[in-house]
């Protein structure tokens, strides 16, 4: 859905990591959830033409927050998710 050259995100696990071997303190962290509708994700995320459909079926099938571990949920008629996010931040 994205650009093809971004291949994967890197898990919690796997970002703290990257502070010792930088030789950085313990990083403390925040979570957050990132809520975005799912028709402005879409338009904005260069999916192949046609794919949008195909896309939003994803995203709008009875199971797809199970499936894809991450809430999706429904308000004033638009179906929106909600990406987890992270704030790593150590001191230097």
């Known amino acids: 859905m ?11 696990t796997e970002l703290r990591e990257l502070f010792p ?9 925040t979570l957050y959830e990132l809520p975005v509708e799912l028709q402005e994700l879409l338009a904005r ?13 994803i995203f709008t099938a009875p199971d797809a927050a199970g499936r894809l571990g991450i809430p999706v949920y429904r308000e004033a ?3 929106h998710i909600a990406y987890q996010a992270a704030i790593l931040v150590a001191d230097v």
Request: hydrophobic share 35%.
């Open 21 to 29: 071997r930088a030789g950085l303190s313990k990083p403390e962290v």
């Open 2 to 12: 994205r650009d093809p050259s971004h291949a994967r995100a890197l898990s919690l």
């Open 45 to 57: 995320a260069f999916p192949n033409p046609g794919d949008e459909a195909e896309l939003a079926e």
């Open 77 to 79: 008629g638009k179906v």
